[in-house]
């Protein structure tokens, strides 16, 4: 079964939603995090295991 990753923009209140929702697919991760707010970028990142960026930009053009 093909892997997929996921990369999440924003880590506001709904995105909690969409990390459940992502956690719940067989064939799918969080491959990494992008929010403007340095703190909430660095704790989900982390909680996630997973690259943070504060820029979305610089996000796409560092994961495959």
């Given at each position: 079964?093909?892997?997929?990753?996921?990369?999440?923009?924003?880590?506001?209140?709904?995105?909690?939603?969409?990390?459940?929702?992502?956690a719940q697919l067989p064939n799918a991760?969080?491959?990494?995090?992008?929010?403007?707010l340095p703190d909430r970028a660095k704790?989900?990142?982390?909680?996630?295991?997973?690259?943070?960026?504060?820029?979305?930009?610089?996000?796409?053009?560092?994961?495959?």
């Amino acid at each position: 079964m093909k892997r997929f990753q996921i990369a999440v923009i924003g880590c506001g209140m709904i995105s909690k939603s969409h990390f459940k929702a992502i956690a719940q697919l067989p064939n799918a991760q969080v491959a990494a995090v992008a929010e403007i707010l340095p703190d909430r970028a660095k704790e989900t990142g982390e909680r996630l295991g997973c690259p943070w960026y504060t820029d979305a930009e610089e996000l796409l053009k560092n994961q495959p």
